[in-house]
């Protein structure tokens, strides 16, 4: 019966997608942006000459910025219409989202009654309502799967672990941050084959396509204006918080990165401390490399899938912090505050004290819980040392 549901919830994404189509209407913008890739390196033609892309269509005119290898990936996109490809898409990347439900209950504790298949179906379809997750199926973006992925290596994979961590790099580069996890847990094996996938999938775009590669890893990576206006409220890293800060000031990135390396350090202890609980470090680290990436826009936030999914487990089984926890975090990723307050067009830098907290609240929220995690795991080490 939860296989049913789940070709329903698939089936009805990919229904939106054909109406759309027959509709002519402009769905999925970003969808339409890697269909555009993957057929401008089809047909030989460079990915990161110019701002738009010859294949893309009226209503996405946006610079293609994702890997070489990205282009690559995205090819079986282009034998239907973009507004297919996207209700394609978001059928998959919601199937992604019940499986990373599903793995996450496989690996925490949780009441009997609550079994992985069913709850995975029904936590899964309510979290689709959360802000970043419906973000990512409006733009048809592919978060949700690079997740999976993550996910599937970290938690899943026991032979030839890493590789997976290799390929979501491949297509964005954030996941790349999960080999200091691999490093910081003792797997070392598998950070040195998540570089090497990565490392090898990026030489064999060298090899189909050497003048985009070039062009990539020489410009194109390092010019964040093809990306989109930063200190847009969107933008949910911390270079975006000091940038709203600063009213974008020559150093904000470096004083962001700076911040970047104290909650790192942090971070690095916590699943040092956790290294036990997996799921936990899973959450760590992914929730820092939100935090540190130069650009987190709101879709990227879809880590509050997992987290919800632990709270719920953890309220269900006593424990109190995350009693008062989980309705605060599905508040904080359900709640579309950002859309409230005035955003875009440089309006972020007359926002009133209220509105800088709201306007940065995904930033502030993971800082804090981590910062409490650290507090009460020392704390307890303390007292079992005082113990002993």
Known sequence: ?????????????IVQGVI????????????????????????????????????????????????????????????VPSQVAWGILNALSALALIAVVYIVLTKVRRPSWLTPEWGAVVLGGAMLLLEPVRVNM?????????????????????????????????????????????????RTRDALRAVGAFAGLQALMFLLTP???YRFW????????????????????????????????????PVAYLIGVVLAAGAAVLVRRY????????????????????VSWVHHWVWAVPLITVLVTEA??????????LPVTVAVFAVPVLRWVPHGSFREYAWTPAQMVAGNLFVLFPVIVGLVMLVRSSRSRRSLAQVG
Not at 1 to 13: D, E, K, P, T
Not at 223 to 245: C, E
Not at 275 to 287: E, T, W
Not at 316 to 325: E, H, M, Q, S, Y
């Open 1 to 13: 019966m939860s296989r049913v549901v789940l070709a329903l919830i698939a089936l009805a994404y």
């Open 20 to 79: 759309a189509y027959f509709q002519n209407a402009p769905a999925g913008g970003d969808t339409a942006v890697y269909q555009a890739g993957a057929a401008t390196l089809l047909h030989g033609l460079p990915l990161y000459d110019s701002d738009t892309l010859p294949f893309e269509p009226a209503y996405a005119q946006l610079p293609f910025t994702y890997t070489p290898f990205a282009a690559l990936l995205f090819t079986p996109l282009v034998v």
């Open 138 to 186: 409006d733009y048809g973006q592919v978060n949700l799967l690079l997740m999976l992925l993550v996910v599937l290596d970290v938690l899943v994979v026991k032979r030839f672990g890493g590789v997976l961590v290799g390929v979501a790099a491949a297509v964005k580069l954030v996941p790349l941050i999960f080999v200091a996890y691999f490093l910081l847990v003792g």
């Open 211 to 213: 003048h985009s590669a």
């Open 218 to 253: 020489t410009h194109t990576v390092f010019d964040s204006s093809r990306i989109g206006p930063t200190n847009w409220s969107w933008n949910q890293s911390l270079g975006g918080m000091v940038r709203r800060f600063s009213e974008q000031a020559p150093w904000s990135q």
């Open 275 to 294: 290294r036990d609980r997996p799921v936990y470090g899973l959450l760590i680290i992914g929730f820092l490399s939100l935090l540190v990436s130069p």
């Open 316 to 325: 269900l089984c006593g424990n109190k912090i995350a009693r008062w926890l």
